[in-house]
């Protein structure tokens, strides 16, 4: 049974492009939450997506946006990106109404904006 | 708002040495809590995990007890390896799956 998925593992891109980073949730899961993981600091949440809607949303700016397809799958899209954007973009994915479920993580995506 | 504190890092350690890494919470009623563990270059990795008062998780030889006198779930681990040598991250459940986490606590364990 595979875990979570990202891709790309790293990426290099310039001030003002944009960026999209992919995720499968584990088999099963079909709720996936984004986190975004500075050096040196923890994951702050990003949004979170259910049933193909954004749920959930942190502090984040409109340049973040999302989408959910019905496998599941989810992508992160960043627009205009800035030099602050370069960190370690993370995907989480769950269960759904089961509060005693884990929470899987996968390897990230590492994002470099030069 | 929620929020976790941890102890700053980092924290350097003899193997073999007692571990403790503190995590206190701030919350609204009783939230799950966990320890996520970040080897170098990898994504995190649950490590351990309570979901009500009193309850004690453990896993790989760490554990951690739920105190809600105190609000705290502080990680300790008898004996240390090098290869505990991570980031290691406090963290809480809020609704609908999302979590809170700590600022991380490097933890460097010496042969």
């Known amino acids: 049974d595979a875990g979570v998925t990202q891709s790309p593992t790293h990426l290099i891109k310039t001030r003002g492009q944009q960026v999209t980073l992919r995720c499968s949730p584990k088999?099963?899961?079909?709720?996936v939450s984004w986190y975004q993981q500075a050096l040196g600091q923890g994951p702050q949440f990003i949004f979170q997506y259910y049933e193909e809607e954004e749920r959930q949303r942190g502090n984040f700016p409109d340049r973040f946006s999302g989408h959910q397809f019905p496998n599941y799958s989810s992508e992160l899209n960043v627009n205009a990106l800035l030099l602050g954007d370069s960190a370690l973009y993370l995907c989480?994915?769950?269960?759904?109404?089961?509060?005693?479920?884990?929470?899987?993580f996968g390897e990230g995506s590492w994002l470099t904006v030069v | 708002g929620n929020s976790v504190t941890q102890m700053e890092g980092p924290v350097t350690l003899s193997e073999e040495a007692f571990l403790t890494i503190n995590c206190t919470y701030t919350?609204?009623?009783?939230?799950?809590l966990f320890w996520y563990v970040q080897y170098p270059g990898e994504g995190l990795q649950l490590l351990l995990k309570?979901?009500?008062?009193?309850d004690k998780g453990s896993n790989k030889g760490f554990e951690a007890t739920y105190r809600k006198e105190t609000t705290s779930f502080h990680l300790e681990k008898g004996s240390v390896q090098v290869s505990d040598s991570a980031v290691y991250f406090c963290?809480?459940?809020?609704?609908?799956?999302?979590?809170?986490f700590g600022a991380g606590t490097i933890l460097r364990v010496k042969s």
């Open positions: 963290a809480l459940r809020e609704y609908g799956n999302k979590l809170v």
């Open positions: 989480a994915s769950s269960l759904e109404g089961n509060s005693g479920n884990t929470i899987y």
């Open positions: 088999s099963g899961h079909d709720t």
């Open positions: 919350a609204t009623g009783y939230p799950s």
């Open positions: 309570a979901t009500k008062a009193d």
